[in-house]
């Protein structure tokens, strides 16, 4: 925050879902005190102390006489009326390998935005989106995310500590999110909050060393051993557009083990995105400069690149 600051921006606490005292919900769910354990970002709580639904909500439904929790089960599809237009369940397969078709008066599609998509696409709900003609809906408008992360390393003894946090130590800077700025001579839209979340170092991906140290062996033990507790990182999160040779359909090739189309995702980075995440990530490391690290390290997850998967129909 202070280095935010010097450089000219306007640093704040980023907002928790994590509970500093005791707590009892509305729906009687307890919640306990974070107690910084470090291992915040990634993980469920054991201590229950952030606010997710198996935590907040799920213990009262259990409490409900009809409710039932089939946990593993795998939705294979939206089952229609004979008019196409309304739901009246949905057909799933066990974790004994059994398909079961189940009725419903009200079915909530609640998978993520790109499998929501999938179910709605062999559902035949909806009209699929067409990137040649650009008609249809379903599938249209992929969007990613993209992301620097600046690391900066100190010299040994300055003891960050990451094994000490949780995402309510957060600061974030929002100068360059959205409209917040004037981006009329910088050649593109959109924009990117950054924060620095000390909320806990994961044991495997988080041992970063700096640029110029092996990659294995004694150099690279002693590397890990050296920056674990003397690294500091933040993230800029960018924002990317909507275009029309971006989007998601069923591939025409691969299948899943229930022999249904995997989804496909066609998807390329473009100029306006790779201009803004470094824009923002340029400004960003004026901060990293006024804390005075030993070095400073950038991973900018902006190069091009298709994930469409591999298929006949490139």
């Known amino acids: 925050m202070k280095a935010a600051k010097e450089a000219g921006f306007h640093p704040f606490f980023g907002p928790s879902a994590n509970a500093s005292q005791p707590y009892t919900n509305p729906y009687g769910c307890q919640m306990g005190p974070c107690n910084f354990c470090g291992f915040c970002s990634g993980y469920a709580c054991y201590n229950y102390s952030k606010a997710s639904p198996n935590v907040n909500i ?54 993520f935005a790109y499998n929501n998509a999938r179910l709605f696409m062999l559902s035949g709900i909806g009209r699929q989106y067409n990137p040649r003609t650009g008609e249809g809906t379903v599938g249209k408008n992929l969007t990613y995310q993209n992301m620097s992360t600046i690391r ?111 989804l496909r995702f066609t998807f390329d980075w473009k100029d306006n995105d790779i201009k803004m995440i470094r824009y923002v990530t340029n400004e960003m490391l004026k901060v990293a400069r006024a804390m005075n690290p030993k070095s400073i390290q950038v991973v900018q997850k902006v190069a091009r690149f298709c994930c469409e998967l591999p298929s006949s129909t490139s």
């Open 152 to 262: 900066t390393y100190f010299d040994v003894g300055k003891n960050t500590n990451p094994f000490i946090g949780a995402g309510g130590n957060s600061v974030a800077v929002d100068d360059f999110n959205g409209d917040h700025y004037d981006h009329g001579p910088l050649g593109f839209v959109g924009g990117s909050p950054a924060w620095c979340n000390q909320a806990g170092t994961k044991p495997i991906s988080g041992i970063p060393v700096p640029d110029g140290m092996p990659s294995w062996g004694k150099g690279w033990k002693k590397a890990v051993k050296d920056c674990y507790t003397n690294t500091v990182s933040f993230d800029v999160h960018g924002t990317n557009m909507a275009y029309r040779d971006c989007y998601l359909d069923l591939d025409p090739d691969y299948r899943d083990q229930y022999g249904q189309p995997l």
């Open 58 to 111: 799920l213990p009262a439904l259990r409490q409900v006489p009809h409710f039932e929790l089939r946990a593993n089960s795998n939705v294979l599809r939206i089952n229609l009326d004979d008019s196409q237009r309304r739901a009246t369940g949905v057909t799933y397969v066990t974790p004994q390998g059994d398909t079961v078709d189940q009725p419903a008066d009200l079915v909530i599609l609640a998978t």
